[in-house]
């Protein structure tokens, strides 16, 4: 079992949609997760960061915490032809494994006009 | 506002040929990581170095060496350069302190082919 899972895609949703991406993890004493965009060709960059069970609210974009269940999730609303990306969960593992931050596969995201 | 820097760019390599690709930051981070990203595959930890001093490894660090040579700078070296090494390597280092990483500062990527 891979430490941090995601479903590679391609995700297409039209403009103006809600993209939903979901993310699994093996660990249980993880203790922060995070969001990162990459382009094509590009540098990952970060879009959230969440520690708390719950949500988490930053413009279009929400991250949803759920420990017990051992995954975190994103939502883009209103997704834009710029949003179009690969989404890569990340997660920092607990103190016994060295604080690895541990990334999944990506999930890649088409958004269309 | 340099960040993560991170050379060189694009290299090519023969197989067998040995090279030591540099990162340096100027954020004053205790935490530096290198990755490699293959297509599909996400980024996978090669080693880390959780403080100045110390380097472990990850997910992959068989035929590469590290050096933390202070805080600021952390080398990896590729001894025998194969071709399944061909790959897009990223220096990253994260924010925050040794319990709670936040946000992870990257460099723009080695594109390494070995032919």
């Known amino acids: 079992q891979k430490e941090v899972e995601q479903n590679s895609g391609p995700l297409s949703v039209p403009e103006g949609a809600i993209a939903s991406l979901n993310c699994t993890y093996s660990d249980r004493g993880s203790q922060s997760f995070f969001w990162y965009r990459q382009y094509s060709g590009k540098s990952p960059e970060l879009i959230m960061f969440i520690y708390s069970n719950g949500d988490k609210e930053d413009g279009r974009f929400t991250a949803q915490l759920n420990k017990a269940s051992q995954y975190v999730s994103l939502l883009i609303r209103d997704s834009q032809p710029s949003d179009s990306a690969t989404y890569l969960c990340?997660?920092?593992?607990?103190?016994?494994?060295?604080?690895?931050?541990?990334f999944g596969g990506g999930t890649r995201v088409l958004v269309k006009p | 506002n340099a960040g993560v820097t991170q050379t060189p760019k694009f290299q090519v390599l023969k197989t067998g040929q040995s090279m030591t690709l540099q990162c340096a930051q100027d954020?004053?981070?205790?935490?530096m990581y290198w990755y490699r990203q293959d297509p599909g595959m996400g980024l996978r930890l090669i080693y880390y170095?959780?403080?100045?001093?110390?380097?472990d490894k990850g997910e992959v660090p068989n035929g590469y060496n590290v050096s933390r040579l202070n805080k600021r700078e952390f080398s990896l070296r590729l001894e025998s350069a194969a071709p399944s090494q061909t790959s897009v390597y990223f220096c990253?280092?994260?924010?925050?302190?040794?319990?709670?990483?936040?946000?992870?500062?990257f460099g723009q990527g080695t594109r390494l082919t070995v032919v």
């Open positions: 954020m004053n981070h205790n935490s």
């Open positions: 990340a997660v920092n593992r607990n103190k016994a494994a060295g604080n690895k931050l541990t």
């Open positions: 990253a280092s994260p924010a925050g302190g040794i319990l709670k990483n936040t946000e992870a500062f």
């Open positions: 170095s959780a403080s100045e001093g110390t380097t």
